[in-house]
C-alpha cells in the first residue's frame, strides 16, 4: 500500500554529478525520517545521509561537503544532490522513509527497489 519509487542513477565521470529522487506514494498519513543508504558489491549497506521532517539532516562523513539532501514534504517526495562523485561513491543506492498509514499507527519503515549510481571513466 505504500510504494517508493527512485529515479536519477545513471553512469558519472569521477569529479560529476548527479540527483536522486525518491516519491512515497500510496497510503500514507504522514512521513518522519527519509533518507539514502548505499551497498556496494562485497560491502554493507550504509547510511548515507538522512532528513527529519522538521530537523536537521545527517550525512555520513564520506559524504560531507559534496553530497545534500533535501525533501518536498507537499510532494512525499526525498531528493539526494552529489556534486564531486568518485569511484568509491559506485553503488546502488536504496531510499527510505518512516511511514505512519494512520493516525495511531506504528511507523513502519518502507524502502525503495534502489537505483544504480555508477562512477567511473
Known amino acids: 500500500q505504500v510504494q517508493l519509487v527512485e529515479s536519477g542513477g545513471g553512469l558519472v565521470q569521477p569529479g560529476g554529478s548527479l540527483r536522486l529522487s525518491c516519491a512515497a506514494s500510496g497510503s500514507i498519513f504522514s512521513i518522519t525520517t527519509m533518507g539514502w543508504y548505499r551497498q556496494a558489491p562485497g560491502k554493507e549497506r550504509e547510511l548515507v545521509a538522512t532528513i527529519p521532517s522538521g530537523g536537521s539532516t545527517n550525512y555520513a562523513d564520506s559524504v560531507k561537503g559534496r553530497f545534500t539532501i533535501s525533501r518536498d514534504n507537499a510532494k512525499n517526495t526525498v531528493y539526494l544532490q552529489m556534486n564531486s562523485l568518485k569511484p568509491e561513491d559506485t553503488a546502488v543506492y536504496y531510499c527510505?522513509?518512516?511511514?505512519?498509514?494512520?493516525?495511531?499507527?506504528?511507523?513502519?519503515?518502507?524502502w525503495g527497489q534502489g537505483t544504480q549510481v555508477t562512477v567511473s571513466s
Open positions: 527510505h522513509a518512516i511511514i505512519r498509514q494512520r493516525l495511531g499507527n506504528v511507523p513502519t519503515r518502507y
